[in-house]
């Protein structure tokens, strides 16, 4: 890649003014989703299952992590991971919270055996088990499987009474999140969810549907409620294999995230620092989380998006404002605010969030320009999506042993076995094209080489004609 000049390169610093507000934007890029991945679990799971303030605290020592990893070669933000909003809570319906925690540890540490095994044997393999056609409609399930949650926010579920106080300040919240999506402009653009938020918490303070007494009470400065295994808990697999898959939806969402800053700040980062490097410090930073009773994290395309408009890729700046972040946990009155914030104002945000994460495994499906007059995308996608939002589910029973696979896990893997089963006739087209793309890119290197090779040789040849002329010349005015 040809680079291309950034205000400030990966190893470079602004001023200390201009890093303290350059690492506020990160900060503020990241926030309004961080904060709102433990309420969205917390509702999905009708009991609190993680905390704000850890989950800041966890994303701020999981980017440092990620930093030190990648020896600071790679500008990314880590913050709490969407895709595992659903499992989370239900590992946690499942088994508590020992099932949850122990289960987005082992998240991580699927991390790191990825990492291991590409630096070993190259990244190829896994572009094969999980193609688009798998990948797409495993996105599509997270955020359709979340719509029931946003429709019971805003009290429009069935059954319910319709309070005209909520739907006003639902109403305020989408709208404004829709206006900023649509109509905003340089930094507010990419925090619309957050602007969202605050429009209507001053709503729904306006209508007297905010209770501030948890704020008056609560302290200044407080120790976030760290849940520490085989202090609070001890280790539990049962709801492992409801957690794990997810593990593949955010494997690709990483690589993705990665290219798109690559082609951002002209370094390819998939080589250097490597994605064994940036996997292996995703799964610590996602391990470490797990073990402090955080939720996972993944790489933030909201910093990525700060990073191109700001042109600046300064790892420094990322480091600073993962420093804030974890500040930010440790103070009980912010903590406290942002837990007023009533579920009228989530559900309002979450109509478009939740669609949002639906749209984008769309636009995979779009971007990598799906076939689907192929018979096989068909059966695979659409299978997916009936498994995944069906509340399909197989239990396994065996003496004390209870093994359940549903939901989101259970498409991935039905998705995953079908792509690989099924054999067509545009497979077997596609993989010769493959092969001869392979052909005439090796037959276009050796020419490459060949040409060098043979112009090293003619200047050479050159040189010594060229001396050996000379040298004649010479001899011939002597013998005259």
Not at 6 to 25: N, R, T, V
Not at 180 to 184: D, G
Not at 319 to 333: H, V
Not at 434 to 455: F, R
């Given at each position: 890649?040809?680079?291309?000049?950034?205000?400030?390169?990966?190893?470079?610093?602004?001023?200390?003014?201009?890093?303290?507000?350059?690492?506020?934007?990160?900060?503020?890029?990241?926030?309004?989703?961080?904060?709102?991945?433990?309420?969205?679990?917390?509702?999905?799971?009708?009991?609190?299952?993680?905390?704000?303030?850890?989950?800041l605290v966890t994303s701020g020592i999981g980017t440092l992590i990620y930093i030190l990893c990648t020896k600071q070669k790679s500008p990314v933000y880590l913050g709490s991971s969407f895709a595992f909003i659903v499992p989370v809570a239900a590992a946690y319906t499942k088994s508590g919270i020992?099932?949850?925690?122990?289960?987005?540890?082992?998240?991580?540490?699927?991390?790191?055996?990825?990492?291991?095994?590409?630096?070993?044997?190259?990244?190829?393999?896994?572009?094969?088990?999980?193609p688009p056609i798998v990948i797409g409609p495993m996105i599509m399930i997270i955020g359709l499987g979340l719509a029931p949650s946003a429709i019971g926010q805003i009290g429009l579920a069935e059954g319910t009474t319709l309070d005209i106080k909520v739907l006003i300040v639902a109403l305020v919240s989408f709208l404004t999140t829709a206006f900023?999506?649509?109509?905003?402009k340089g930094f507010f653009k990419i925090i619309p969810f957050l602007i969202g938020i605050l429009a209507g918490y001053v709503v729904s303070c306006i209508l007297g549907m905010v209770d501030f007494k948890p704020v008056l009470e609560a302290k200044f400065f407080e120790l976030p409620k760290f849940v520490i295994p085989f202090k609070d808990y001890d280790l539990n697999f049962t709801a492992l294999i409801t957690i794990l898959p997810v593990a593949l939806v955010t494997l690709c969402e990483h690589i993705g995230d990665h290219t798109s800053l690559s082609n951002i700040?002209?370094?390819?980062?998939?080589?250097?620092?490597?994605?064994?490097?940036?996997?292996?410090?995703d799964g610590l930073a996602t391990f470490v989380?797990?073990?402090?009773?955080?939720p996972a994290n993944t790489t933030y395309g909201e910093n990525t998006s700060v990073v191109g408009m700001t042109k600046v890729a300064s790892v420094k700046v990322?480091?600073?404002?993962?420093?804030?972040?974890?500040?930010?946990?440790?103070?009980?009155?912010f903590t406290a605010l942002v837990s007023t914030i009533p579920n009228a104002v989530l559900g309002g945000v979450s109509l478009l969030l939740y669609g949002f994460i639906a749209v984008n495994g769309l636009k995979v499906l779009i971007k990598n320009q799906i076939d689907f007059e192929n018979s096989k995308n068909i059966v695979v996608a659409s299978t997916m999506l009936v498994i995944g939002l069906g509340g399909a589910a197989i239990s396994i029973v065996s003496g004390d042993l209870s093994l359940t696979i549903s939901g989101m896990s259970l498409a991935a893997l039905i998705g995953?076995?079908?792509?690989?089963?099924?054999?067509?006739?545009?497979?077997?087209?596609?993989?010769?094209?493959?092969?001869?793309?392979?052909?005439?890119?090796?037959?276009?290197?050796?020419?490459?080489?060949?040409?060098?090779?043979?112009?090293k040789e003619l200047k050479e040849?050159?040189?010594?004609?060229?001396?050996?002329?000379?040298?004649?010349?010479k001899h011939e005015e002597r013998r005259l």
């Open positions: 890649m040809k680079e291309k000049k950034m205000m400030y390169d990966i190893g470079e610093m602004p001023p200390l003014g201009k890093s303290i507000i350059l690492a506020f934007q990160h900060l503020f890029a990241m926030f309004g989703a961080t904060i709102l991945v433990p309420i969205l679990v917390n509702t999905a799971a009708g009991k609190t299952v993680l905390t704000i303030p850890v989950a020992s099932g949850a925690m122990t289960g987005i540890m082992a998240v991580g540490l699927v991390y790191v055996i990825v990492a291991i095994i590409i630096s070993i044997v190259g990244k190829d393999w896994l572009e094969k088990i999980l900023v999506m649509t109509k905003a700040i002209r370094k390819d980062l998939i080589k250097d620092p490597g994605l064994d490097k940036t996997l292996l410090g989380a797990g073990f402090l009773g955080g990322i480091g600073m404002a993962a420093i804030f972040a974890i500040i930010i946990g440790f103070l009980g009155k995953i076995i079908l792509n690989i089963l099924i054999k067509t006739e545009e497979d077997t087209k596609e993989k010769l094209l493959s092969n001869m793309n392979t052909y005439h890119q090796i037959k276009k290197e050796i020419k490459e080489e060949l040409k060098t090779e043979i112009k040849d050159v040189k010594t004609f060229s001396i050996k002329n000379k040298k004649d010349s």
